[in-house]
Antibody
Framework: QVQLVQSGAEVKKPGASVKVSCKASGYTFSGYYMHWVRQAPGQGLDWMGWINPNSGGTNSVEKFYGRVTMTRDTSISTAYLELSRLTFDDTAVYFC???????????????WGQGTLVTVSS | DVVMTQSPLSLPVTLGQPASISCRSSQSLVYSDGNTYLNWFQQRPGQSPRRLIYKVSNRDSGVPDRFSGSGSGTDFTLKISRVEAEDIGVYYCMQGTHWLAITFGQGTRLEIK
């Protein structure tokens, strides 16, 4: 069965960077896009962007330009989200979520990881 | 970006009664392939979101048939025919048609009266 297992909670200081991992199993990792979505405490879902694990191509929301880096290591079926220059507003649960087949338009999200809490605190 | 507007934002319901959530998009969600990529997700307290419905009206595997989705163009609805206690949580619509900027609705909190 499809599983996405994320790395553990992180506490970071303002200005630092954080890197969250998402290990996929139960399907061909490079065959499907991977999305990243975050959820601030008590708030809704905020889509951040996606990576095509096959090509390495990425797309992200304009507000994260220059701060977000999405990468992957196909040899271990793992996607990574790195967010730099953290502020208090980046405190949130970060989810990875599987997208569509990587040969088509990335129109879907189906399976989700368990989430990784990132707390930005001085 | 496409704005997804859900209503109501809070929905108190009596167990066994029906519930309905509306989702409206600021642009048509009909894609160039003729499909409409509108999903519904359920997020129970403390859990990750779970997809219930894809492409407007298709139930995911394991989703009870009391959940149904309908709509077209810019106007969509999620209906629960008879609410059960396990349905408590927050429901989100999501558009994937404009897939370079995927967007979610604000969420509708379903609670028991």
């Amino acid at each position: 069965q499809v599983q996405l297992v994320q790395s553990g909670a992180e506490v970071k200081k303002p200005g630092a960077s954080v890197k969250v991992s998402c290990k996929a199993s139960g399907y061909t990792f490079s065959g499907y896009y991977m999305h990243w979505v975050r959820q601030a405490p008590g708030q809704g879902l905020d889509w951040m962007g996606w990576i095509n694990p096959n090509s390495g191509g990425t797309n992200s929301v304009e507000k994260f330009y220059g701060r977000v880096t999405m990468t992957r290591d196909t040899s271990i079926s793992t996607a990574y989200l790195e967010l730099s220059r953290l502020t208090f507003d980046d405190t949130a649960v970060y989810f990875c979520a599987r997208g569509t087949l990587a040969v088509a338009a990335n129109t879907e999200i189906d399976y989700w990881g368990q989430g990784t809490l990132v707390t930005v605190s001085s | 970006d496409v704005v997804m507007t859900q209503s109501p934002l809070s929905l108190p319901v009596t167990l066994g009664q029906p519930a309905s959530i509306s989702c409206r998009s600021s642009q048509s969600l009909v894609y160039s392939d003729g499909n409409t990529y509108l999903n519904w997700f359920q997020q129970r307290p403390g859990q990750s979101p779970r997809r219930l419905i894809y492409k407007v009206s298709n139930r995911d595997s394991g989703v009870p048939d009391r959940f149904s989705g309908s709509g077209s163009g810019t106007d969509f609805t999620l209906k629960i025919s008879r609410v059960e206690a396990e349905d408590i949580g927050v429901y989100y619509c999501m558009q994937g048609t404009h897939w370079l900027a995927i967007t979610f609705g604000q969420g509708t909190r379903l609670e028991i009266k």
